[in-house]
């Protein structure tokens, strides 16, 4: 008996054996998931993956109102209830609710299913307003078209509709209107559970419920603009876009948004004006949400102001002005000539020449800038940062880590220098997302508490001046006393922390502009010397890692690598490369300041407002003797120092690529013509070569990118095709592919002390909003009444022993200088810390900045 | 008359002053509990075999085994939010004798090892929540509730929380998201019991009032004792609150499963008879949300089963009755304006749907109804409860919608002729014919 089934075995497995060798490669491997039967369908799907997303996937839509996929469900509208049979009988359940299990039987056409879609869609539009011709929704509205799709023709419903006051705001962007409202709580949910801004909520109950702001407290949310975009029907709209067009007039482009954090949008216009922009939700990235900030700006591009023509000062067309006073209207073959006049004069020494800024280029406007200076020019005077950020050279020996792995499950990650909600508002939302959901513990080392303060498992006050030395003793496992204001415990917990934590991600801001940087660099020296570390650059300008990729910095050269290391492969691709690593921005100004530079390039810059030091900024600018400036408006510094101004386009009016905070180069399309005879900062680039005589080599944009991938080893993925190609843009990495050697983290040894505080001054801290006076926000109508006037936040404590209230005015004394402002008591500022936030109106503490101390101590009396 | 187990105090007007609730007995229980091991006590609350009073009608002693082990902290909440129009034994029992409460709360959490009970009591209730404020402060002082009850190692805390006045926070997920400090609305199920996830997502049991009611007497007199009053499944007895037209309305407590509803709403002791000598021409058999029953059902016993199986439920113990004078329409009206008012909004079919139902029906009454009424009031129920059938099958969250149901789907078949006559009374030319007077 036993002898048999051996033999059959080995027959079955001889068999099997020839069966599989032969069948193999044409029999498909079993699916992932478990089965489930769909419509008489069986699909394989996710066990817990909700149904209503399991049904998409097979291709079968369930309509809904309610559900978000990326909002928790809370299964409200009752839109999506299909017919399931999990073996207890067929019964509706709403499948945004149900997970799937194996085995389900799923109806979503079935008689049960379709009564019930008729039934709650008229019940929804009992009361709802059918005043679609005059909605902003109608024509994309999801109650409209499910309404067509699943509703019954016509209405039984002959009482009178309930009634609210027509659109009442409740915030300076949104109207709220309750008549159109259908309750899905998709707003409400969003501004709780996402943006952590928790104003609007459901009021009332019953068939009364409406949706409201706490009286006298309005939705001054961040992140406003995304209720707008996710709500199911015209309940909630943005002034900006209101009554300005019809869905069926628009037509569209996907592209990324000029932030740091390259957030994917698309951009909406209609007869050549972009009149909306929507976030795209692209899981690498933002996730469908925007920061009303950018979501709105399209109103500056559209602004009035723009420079549509090139501007001389004195000379020109129509009326040129003898004095040489005022800036006037030109050609670009006149302006282009004098530009190259002037270059042509300066290059015999390379040194005389320097640009500053290009954060805010694309890619392809960058590389055409740094081969103009840097391969045709020779010079080495060229920085994308104002003296404002972390230094270039750092951060490329910094290994880059993604928002991803930031934000993976049960990560730790440390914050310093920035609040990611003024500063990189995706970011935030991700972070929060990742601290609420995903169990990422956030350790945050700054001066005030952040937007992300409650969501950290540690929220550590840092005195500014301190950092370095906290986190030298974080990492260390310091067992000194106290260092400022923080305390021995919070250090141990800290350290207890990091050290049970596997792989830790920080997140490097700026930080305080009355802070040296070096005290970042110091911090960063100290996370960097921990294994398993990777950095997330939390720069908040525009493109700027694309600049620094791209060699928009002293010492740089495309592709992260040195001006020494990367000599030689450059001069095969360049006509030339810098003979000596150039200044930065403060060197550069204080070069122009004693007549050092001859031809000084502003691309998108305002040193006036954003460099550090404005007395240096102004000093500067006037000793260039030649100022150009590349930019889409005249701003403070264009207007007051400029000889030549060019005009740019903005976003939406050119194509090309972008660099976000992780490495990641996406797509940046061109939807409208730029206004004038605004041109492509690469084309500007390209246009002053060909007046000196030189050809920088490409005639498109898509040569540019493809150029980048020729000679950057680090691009040589990005092609254009990659890029147009990858939804998610493409990840540069740290991976070396060959060419010249790149930076490498070198230890700086312990950092030192930071110098005493006096017993009666405050140290100053220098941090940044949402809503600054920058000119985008300035000139963007919705957003400018959102900047703040200017003031110096103290905490409670401070406050009272000044004997000052919200209000009282304030005389800020540094050595160095004094200002006056008003008082903001806030409990979220540190003791002994003086938080005035840059570019507000009425204050600009940067006079007070001692620039060679590592920190500013200030007085503070009343007046 | 049978023993009385939870009202036997009713008569007692000084039954909330803590010296004479120790002097008839009270806190006896909690004293020979606490001499018992937690398991004895749960036990034999286990053998008494005693329903949840709250309308659901689970055993209470199986309940408590249904947390999930390991998972502490759980909690005790009582749900006192008793708001089911024509339901007011539990404000009887929170007034009359608190210490009893106090005391059955001290014996859950005792048999399950639970240190942290909330009671929460209907918003509206003022005078029990005094009542129960001041019984928990002296049982607080006299050491029965707090740290070391009565010098032993058990210590408990009782909260108190006042409800805000919302018939839905009843429903128990709504009420754990209102003592949570939420806006009360139902949780989205699953998790389907508060016993696995519940209060600040932990374990969590939800004790009616007058279940708890019972533990005194049962630690008391032994679970025997309690098993031998009632019928098989429904053991002891249960309280009753009669209402409507009947002469002697009020709170009475029967033998549970063996009377039957001609005896609670004939009996002289009990509700004595419709008023003034009137026939009954319909009554609803356990508060508002239930189907209505008729002359025919009178003689089934006040039990679970037999209710459930004559197309109805037993739900919170209170029995209002109609007599023949009663116009059913109106009466239908006035139970799904309570519903209509106190749905949450947060599922469509209900928010919009008992509106739209009470719209009509205030038509109707208002003489503008239409012959098309009837079967749009039977389309609506069934876009809120599926085939208008028992028990019922839901479009929504809770059963607060399917509720407002109920009185149309009882009265529009066997009254219709009530309708009709509103109806008809509404003949359009009537209308216009006043309207046009009016306005010459």
């Not at chain 1, 056409?109 to 005059?134: F, R, Y």
């Not at chain 2, 459930?308 to 116009?327: F, N, P, R």
Request: charged share 20%.
């Amino acid at each position: 008996m036993s002898d048999a089934p051996k033999t059959d075995d080995t027959d079955v497995t001889v068999a099997d054996a020839e069966v599989t060798e032969i069948e193999a490669p044409e029999v498909p491997a079993p699916p992932p998931g478990v089965p489930i039967t769909v419509n008489g369908e069986t699909v394989h799907a996710t066990p817990g993956r909700m149904l209503i997303d399991a049904c998409e996937d097979a291709g079968v839509y369930v309509p809904r109102f309610c559900y978000h996929p990326r909002m928790t469900p809370v299964g409200m509208c009752r839109m999506c209830l299909v017919e399931v049979d999990t073996g207890r009988g067929p019964a509706l359940q709403p499948s945004c609710m149900l997970t799937v299990s194996d085995g389900m039987i799923v109806d979503t056409e079935s008689e049960a299913t379709k009564k019930a879609q008729d039934g709650v869609l008229e019940l929804l539009l009992i009361n709802h307003p059918l005043d679609c011709p005059v909605c902003d929704k109608g024509g994309e509205c999801p109650l409209q078209d499910q309404t067509m799709s699943y509703g019954p023709g016509e209405s039984r419903f002959i009482e009178e509709k309930r009634h609210f006051e027509k659109p009442i705001p409740i915030n300076d962007n949104v109207f709220l209107d309750r008549e159109r409202c259908i309750l899905c709580d998709r707003c409400t949910r969003f501004a709780q559970e996402v943006a952590g801004d928790p104003l609007i909520h459901f009021i009332d109950r019953g068939n009364n419920t409406q949706v409201n702001t706490f009286p006298d407290d309005p939705f001054s949310s961040h992140f406003s603009g995304n209720t707008v975009q996710i709500c199911p029907v015209g309940a909630l709209t943005a002034k900006p876009y209101r009554f300005k067009a019809r869905p069926w007039d628009l037509t569209e482009i996907e592209s990324t948004y000029p932030n740091a954090m390259g957030d994917r949008i698309t951009i909406q216009s209609s007869r050549n004006e972009v009149l909306r922009y929507l976030g795209v939700d692209s899981d690498a990235v933002n996730w469908g949400w925007l920061a009303d900030r950018d979501r709105f700006s399209f109103e500056s591009t559209m602004n009035e102001a723009r420079l549509t023509a090139p501007l001389v000062r004195g000379g020109g067309l129509g009326a040129p002005d003898p004095a040489g006073a005022e800036l006037v209207g030109s050609t670009w073959s006149a302006a282009l000539a004098q530009v190259a006049a002037a270059l042509d004069a300066a290059r015999v020494n390379p040194s005389s020449i320097g640009v500053i800024g290009g954060a805010r280029l694309t890619n392809e406007g960058q590389y055409a800038w740094a081969k103009l200076a840097k391969g045709v020019l020779g010079t080495d005077n060229v920085d994308a940062q104002l003296g404002d950020g972390i230094p270039a050279d750092v951060l490329c020996a910094l290994p880059r880590a993604t928002i991803a792995e930031a934000c993976a499950p049960g990560g730790t990650v440390v914050i310093i220098g920035t609040d990611p909600k003024e500063e990189l508002g995706t970011l935030y939302l991700r972070l929060r997302h990742a601290a609420i959901h995903d169990d990422v513990k956030l350790i945050e080392l700054t001066a005030t508490e952040t937007g992300l303060s409650r969501q950290a498992s540690m929220s550590l006050r840092v005195r500014p001046g301190d950092l370095g030395v906290v986190a030298d003793a974080i990492v260390r496992g310091d067992e000194t006393a106290e260092i400022g204001l923080t305390s021995t415990a919070d250090i141990a917990a800290a350290h207890a922390a990091l050290n049970a934590a596997d792989q830790v991600t920080v997140i490097v801001g700026s930080g305080s502009l009355a802070e040296h940087t070096a005290l970042t660099v110091e911090a960063i020296n100290a996370f960097a010397s921990r294994s398993k570390v990777k950095f997330l650059s939390a720069l908040r300008r525009g493109n700027v890692h694309g600049a620094i990729d791209l060699g928009l910095a002293p010492g740089l050269l495309p592709g992260r690598t040195s001006l020494e290391a990367g000599r030689s492969w450059f001069n095969d691709k360049w006509p030339t490369t810098p003979a000596e690593t150039g200044h930065d921005t403060a060197a550069m100004l204080a070069a122009a300041a004693t007549g050092k530079i001859d031809v000084l390039v502003l691309l998108g810059a305002d040193p006036l407002i954003d460099f550090p030091d404005p007395e240096l900024a102004r000093a500067g600018l006037a000793g260039a003797r030649m100022v150009v400036a590349v930019d889409l408006f005249a701003n403070d510094s264009v207007y007051a120092f400029a000889d030549v101004v060019l005009p740019a386009a903005a976003c939406g009016e050119k194509s090309g690529s972008h660099t976000n905070l992780e490495g990641r180069v996406s797509a940046v399309r061109q939807k409208v013509t730029p206004p004038g005879t605004a041109r492509a900062d690469w084309m500007i680039a390209a246009e002053v070569a060909m007046h000196l005589g030189e050809d920088l080599g490409f005639e498109s944009s898509t040569e540019v990118t493809d150029e980048i991938a020729a000679v950057s080893p680090l691009h040589a993925h990005a092609t254009a095709a990659a890029i147009e190609d990858a939804a998610d843009g493409v990840l540069l990495g740290n991976a070396s592919t060959g060419g010249p050697a790149r930076f490498v983290w070198q230890d700086l040894g312990a950092p030192s002390p930071a110098t005493p505080l006096d017993r009666y001054s405050f140290r100053l801290c220098i941090d940044r909003t949402m809503y600054d006076h920058g000119t985008l926000t300035l000139s963007a109508p919705s957003l400018a009444p959102l900047a703040a006037p200017g003031s110096v936040r103290l905490h409670p404590s401070d406050a009272n022993a000044l004997g000052v209230v919200d209000g009282s005015a304030v005389r800020l004394s540094s050595k160095r200088a004094s200002v006056e402002g008003p008082v903001v008591v806030d409990a979220r500022v540190a003791r002994g810390v003086a938080a005035i936030a840059h570019n507000h109106a009425g204050l600009d503490a940067r006079a007070l900045i001692e620039l060679d101390a590592p920190v500013t101590d200030i007085r503070i009396e009343t007046l | 008359m049978v023993e009385r187990i939870v009202t036997k105090r009713f008569d007692n007007v000084n039954a909330h002053e803590l010296a004479e609730y120790e002097a008839t007995g009270g806190y006896q229980a909690l004293r020979k509990a606490l001499n018992m091991t937690p398991t004895q006590v749960h036990d034999e609350v286990k053998a008494a075999s005693l329903l949840g009073r709250g309308g659901a009608g689970f055993p209470a002693g199986v309940k408590w085994g249904f947390c999930p082990p390991n998972k502490w902290p759980r909690y005790l909440v009582v749900n006192g939010d008793e708001s089911e129009p024509g339901t007011y034994k539990d404000r009887q029992l929170l007034e009359r004798d608190p210490h009893m409460i106090i005391e059955g709360c001290l014996l859950a959490c005792y048999a399950v090892g639970l240190t942290q009970c909330f009671l929460y009591i209907r918003g509206e209730m003022a005078h029990a929540q005094e009542r129960v404020a001041k019984a928990l402060n002296d049982a607080y002082a006299a050491g029965y509730v707090g740290k070391n009850v009565l010098g032993t190692d058990f210590s408990v805390d009782i909260v108190l929380h006042w409800g805000a006045g919302a018939y839905i926070v009843g429903e128990e997920t709504a009420l754990i998201e209102s003592l949570e400090g939420n806006r009360g609305m139902p949780r989205l199920k699953p998790p389907f019991f508060p016993a696995a996830v519940g209060l600040y997502g932990q374990p969590t049991i939800v004790n009616n009032v007058e279940t708890l009611a019972n533990l005194p007497w049962i630690i008391d007199n032994g679970a025997d004792a309690f098993a031998a009053m009632g019928a098989e499944n429904s053991k002891g007895t249960r309280v009753f609150a009669v209402s409507g037209h009947v002469n002697n309305p009020g709170v009475f407590e029967v033998e549970f499963g063996v009377t039957t509803f001609r005896d609670i709403i004939e009996k002289p002791e009990y509700a004595g008879g419709v008023r003034d000598g009137k026939k009954l021409k319909a009554f609803i058999p356990g508060g508002a949300s239930a189907i209505w029953f008729f002359d025919e059902h009178l003689d089934l016993p006040l039990e679970k089963a037999a209710i459930d199986q004559a197309g109805s439920m037993l739900g919170s113990g209170a029995i209002v009755v109609m007599d023949e004078d009663t116009d059913m329409v109106r009466a239908a009206h006035n139970i799904v304006r309570f519903f209509a008012r106190e749905s949450c909004g947060k599922c469509t079919p209900c928010r919009e749907g008992t509106t739209w139902l009470e719209r009509i029906l205030s038509r109707i009454i208002a003489g503008h109804g239409r012959p098309s009424d009837l079967s749009l009031l039977t389309e609506v129920c069934d876009n809120i409860s599926p085939g208008m059938a028992w028990p019922p099958r839901m479009t929504t969250i809770c059963p607060l919608g399917p509720s407002a149901v109920s009185p149309i789907a009882s009265v529009i078949e066997r009254f219709r002729n009530e309708f009709d006559e509103y109806i008809t009374l509404s003949d359009r030319s009537l209308i216009e014919v006043t309207a046009a007077g009016g306005g010459a």
